[in-house]
């Protein structure tokens, strides 16, 4: 019987998802090819929202029967909303710095308001058409508790962050209007609310339903009918049309926020509504109960309506961002719904399925984490942290695959000690996975915090908590088990789920207090620029008068960071990368093939007009010239940046793809929460149905597959294996690049112009000002120059008028065999290259 019913209910599915994202896509190619304009546009939203949808929800709510609702699940999708909305809010604030009242309030919103109507209804509808025709109603009385209820909390804080964008600079006058300003934005909250016709409708509807005994008058009926056909098609055609122009923005860090709002909307929601729905035993019986939860699962899976857009523009905040997530959001949520349509009634025992989807995935995993072992060792990234702890993780990683592997597909083998020894090695690396993550969050916590010196006391103690911890672990649970036996699974459940929840709080917490560092470290970033754009005098002003910080340091106490702190700072943007450097995450040079002696040879490698003594006397003040600092200082104070000789606010973890490695702990978060769920839900030994195989399949593709999501952020760059390993074949077959100059007769008169002129006149000065003996891995270079040296001192000496034109004079130099590269690799160029004279 339950077979029929979800094959009933997945006939029914397939056309309502097919007809919603169809009319969905129509508006869009109707917008994007402006057949409807933004001005129609605007009359179709005032009819669907004054008109329709009012119609429509009176009419369903005149006529509800009262008396079969159920009141407790109702509360518990109350609860489920509220845990979600203020969660967010709360982690928002901690987030932002400075404090974002508003931020907070539209991402609450975000998170918890779904497209009931224009989406739920026939998603809804269609599957519970012929088994709870009253679930598809609830809808109107679960939209008002976002309406009504939570989002009158979101309003006050935009409404706050509103009015503190727009006070006066008097103090005076902003206390004389305090009182004022806060009645003014009671009123206006409370105007939203008393007239909005969703919320206006809703409690005429519940009136009607009394006053009507929920059976409406013919003509009424007939009238709301027309108006409440109508909805479906014109909302969604409405929400393609919305669409339009608004994932331009979408690229790179600016996709960090909405994925985390999408994955709180989708995954979040949905877990805690259906945990809440269970712990409140919101069902006369449990059939019933295990029902509704499921229910309230595939409701949270609905996407984020569109009114949120509308308040985003009536705030005029984070407009682009909500706008882009509301439609990639839309868009995720039809795979997520479908497959939770699909499981809701399915009861069979799919543990041989899933064991086999686990081997499967498992050798996919294999692969990838060995390519992440050979890109960090090929690289030698794991030399430095935090991808040291990273390549800890891969390592783990790669033992948790082999032990999954080992297994079998269905792992239902005797008890031997190769069963065993198997076991052992699967709870161990299942374990140290966990800790891992959680070391990893506290490594980037101090290397942003405290640097990496003290990165590099703490990584014993790291190595020991998260290899040392599991493995007591796992011989206290094989010295336990009974003898012949196998380990006990309750025990495992129990130990895995204390594991994930101390690895998610912790995780969270050091996230959230790394992303406030790095707010921090941005705001110290832009002072620094201010000041080094300032000119001399006001420069030592601000300096001589401005307070002391714990995240100041003088050039006399930089510990272990180096004297080479006292070049200037180069111009960074708010990230703490170098605005001309297009590679920030990698530097302009490997940090592997550097040597410190190199570096601290080349503090006098510039050739700037002024002494070398003015440059470490003017280096505070900007450099050494009206243009500002001098770009080779720049350039090795980004050298000693991949190094981790600067201090903590000056290198942020340079060259360490932070921006990596933070969304690598934010997708692990995401695999710890649902493992949670799907842990705990096997201690507390619930209902093995329905939505548990939906959570048991997320949890097995997230544990055995977690190695695919750190290829995809650290094994995809073809600048670290595939490009270098192409180039050493085409030299081993082409021979090596060399420089190929014309013959000497066969010069331009231009070059051998150039040639003479500087033989002539420039010569013997220009190499005392620029050669010197420069040491570079381990081998010293006599009587040699850097290439943007020679294009400097060319600019300075007035030979030319800007740096093209002195790469074009170099040119020339080199094909007259005045100068040549060291090894006769490359031509001339604005670069840290070593040149010679011939």
Not at 505 to 526: D, K, N, P, Q
Not at 741 to 761: A, D, G, N, R
């Amino acid at each position: 019987m339950q077979l029929e019913v979800a094959e009933a209910a997945s006939e029914r599915l397939y056309p309502a998802l097919f007809q919603c994202f169809t009319v969905i896509i129509s508006g869009y190619i109707a917008g994007r090819l402006n057949v409807v304009t933004k001005a129609e546009s605007k009359g179709i939203a005032t009819f669907v929202g004054t008109f329709a949808l009012p119609s429509l929800i009176f009419l369903s709510l005149a006529q509800l029967d009262f008396s079969i609702v159920n009141w407790t699940f109702l509360f518990s999708m109350l609860l489920a909303k509220g845990v979600v909305f203020f969660g967010v809010v709360l982690v928002t604030i901690l987030v932002t710095k400075p404090m974002n009242l508003g931020q907070a309030g539209m991402f609450a919103i975000f998170c918890t308001q779904s497209n009931d109507f224009a989406l739920g209804y026939p998603i809804i509808n269609a599957i519970y058409e012929k088994t709870h025709p009253e679930y598809a109603l609830y809808l109107y009385l679960m939209a008002p508790i976002s309406l009504a209820i939570l989002n009158p909390f979101a309003f006050v804080l935009l409404e706050i962050n509103k009015q503190r964008q727009n006070t006066d600079q008097s103090d005076s006058a902003q206390n004389q209007k305090k009182y004022v300003m806060r009645i003014k934005m009671l009123l206006q909250i409370l105007k939203g609310i008393v007239f909005n016709p969703v919320l206006v409708m809703t409690v005429l509807g519940i009136i009607g339903n009394i006053a009507f005994k929920h059976k409406l008058s013919i003509y009424i009926e007939g009238l709301l009918e027309v108006y409440g056909q109508a909805f479906s098609a014109s909302a969604l055609f409405l929400l393609g049309l919305r669409m339009v122009g608004q994932v331009h923005r979408l690229r790179g860090p600016a996709l960090i926020v909405p994925c985390v709002l999408i994955m709180v909307k989708l995954v979040i929601l949905p877990v805690v509504m259906r945990e809440c729905v269970s712990a409140l035993n919101a069902g006369e019986n449990q059939t019933e109960t295990s029902s509704l939860s499921t229910y309230a699962f595939l409701y949270g899976t609905i996407p984020t309506a569109p009114a949120v857009f509308v308040f985003s523009n009536i705030y005029q905040l984070e407009m682009d961002l909500v706008a882009s997530s509301m439609v990639i959001c839309t868009f995720l949520s039809a795979p997520i719904t479908f497959l939770s349509a699909q499981v809701i009634t399915l009861n069979k025992d799919y543990a041989d399925q899933l064991k086999k989807f686990s081997f499967d995935l498992s050798i996919v995993s294999l692969f990838a984490a060995l390519w992440i072992f050979i890109v960090f060792t090929v690289t030698r990234k794991y030399k430095r942290m935090p991808h040291r702890i990273t390549f800890c993780l891969n390592i783990t990683q790669i033992l948790l695959a082999i032990s999954m592997i080992w297994g079998g597909p269905l792992n239902n083998y005797p008890p031997s000690w190769q069963y065993v020894a198997q076991q052992g090695l699967q709870i161990f690396t299942t374990y140290s996975c966990l800790l891992w993550t959680c070391m990893l969050s506290v490594g980037l916590l101090t290397l942003e915090s405290r640097g990496p010196c003290f990165v590099l006391t703490l990584w014993p103690v790291l190595a020991f908590v998260a290899w040392g911890a599991p493995a007591v672990m796992v011989i206290i649970l094989l010295a336990t088990k009974p003898t012949g036996g196998i380990v006990d699974s309750n025990s495992t459940d129990v130990i895995r789920l204390c594991l994930l929840v101390f690895s998610l709080t912790v995780t969270t917490g050091c996230l959230i207090l790394y992303i406030r560092f790095r707010r921090r470290s941005s705001h110290f970033a832009a002072l620094s620029d201010d000041l080094a754009s300032s000119p001399p005098d006001e420069t030592t002003s601000l300096v001589d008068n401005a307070e002391p910080t714990s995240n100041t340091q003088s050039v006399s106490n930089i510990g272990c960071y180096g004297a080479i702190t006292a070049t200037p700072s180069p111009n960074r943007n708010p990230n703490g990368c170098c605005t001309n450097d297009p590679n920030c995450e990698s530097g302009f040079m490997n940090s592997s093939s550097r040597d410190l002696e190199d570096i601290a040879d080349n503090n006098k490698d510039c050739a700037c007009t002024c002494s070398e003594g003015a440059v470490r006397a003017r280096a505070g003040a900007g450099g050494c010239g009206a243009e500002g600092p001098c770009q080779y200082l720049s350039e090795l104070e980004r050298a000693a940046g991949l190094l981790g000789l600067l201090p903590p606010e000056q290198t942020r973890g340079r060259g360490g793809q932070l921006l990596r490695h933070t969304v690598l702990i934010i997708a692990y978060n995401l695999t710890m929460f649902i493992g949670v769920t799907y842990t705990g839900w096997r201690v507390l030994r619930k209902d093995e149905s329905g939505v548990y195989i939906e959570i048991a399949f997320f949890d097995i593709a997230a544990n055995s597959g977690q190695a695919l999501i750190m290829f995809a952020l650290f094994g995809l760059n073809p600048q670290e294996i595939l490009l270098p390993t192409l180039r050493f074949f085409k030299n081993k077959w082409n021979g090596a690049d060399t420089v190929k100059l014309p013959p000497i007769e066969e010069l331009s008169f231009e070059t051998k112009h150039v040639c003479e002129q500087f033989i002539t006149h420039h010569f013997t000065r220009c190499q005392d000002d620029i050669t010197q003996d420069i040491r570079w891995r381990m081998r010293t270079y006599r009587g040699v120059f850097r290439g943007s040296c020679l294009v400097r001192w060319l600019v300075n000496s007035g030979l030319v008028g800007d740096d093209f034109e002195a790469v074009t004079y170099g040119r020339h130099l080199l094909d007259g065999r005045l100068i040549s590269h060291v090894n006769n690799t490359y031509h001339f160029t604005n670069s840290p290259l070593l040149y010679r004279f011939n």
